[in-house]
């Protein structure tokens, strides 16, 4: 059995930063790819970006150049280093993992973007 259990999210005023972290632990197909989505109230999921294990990255185009996502490959770790954080960042971001026909969600954390 696989859990995701992120953490790192809160309120922030706009402009400011945050840094999100998912933990993967269990049977991990060493290929795989590692993400986070977001969805905010009244709205559909969508992605923010991934990583696969050879830190290949995608990004969504409302945060290329203010999100950075990383992976720590040794422990099964995903980070999402957001920054010049605008209200429309507000959601529940969700970490992902991925690999054949594998498919796991983490819980969501709360990222509030507000003054």
């Known amino acids: 059995q696989v859990q995701l259990v992120e953490s790192g999210g809160g309120l922030v005023q706009p402009g400011g930063s945050l840094r999100l972290s998912c933990a993967a632990s269990?049977?991990?197909?060493?290929?795989?790819?590692m993400g986070w989505f977001r969805q905010a109230p009244g709205k559909q999921r969508e992605l923010v970006a991934t990583?696969?294990?050879?830190?290949?990255?995608n990004y969504a185009d409302s945060v290329k150049g203010r999100f950075t996502i990383s992976r720590d490959n040794a422990q099964n770790t995903v980070y999402l280093q957001m920054s010049n954080l605008k209200p429309e960042d507000t959601a529940v971001y969700f970490c992902?993992?991925?690999?054949?026909?594998?498919?796991?969600w983490g819980q969501g954390t709360q990222v509030t973007v507000s003054s």
């Open positions: 990583i696969t294990n050879f830190r290949r990255t």
């Open positions: 269990g049977s991990i197909f060493s290929i795989n790819t």
């Open positions: 992902r993992l991925t690999f054949g026909s594998y498919d796991y």
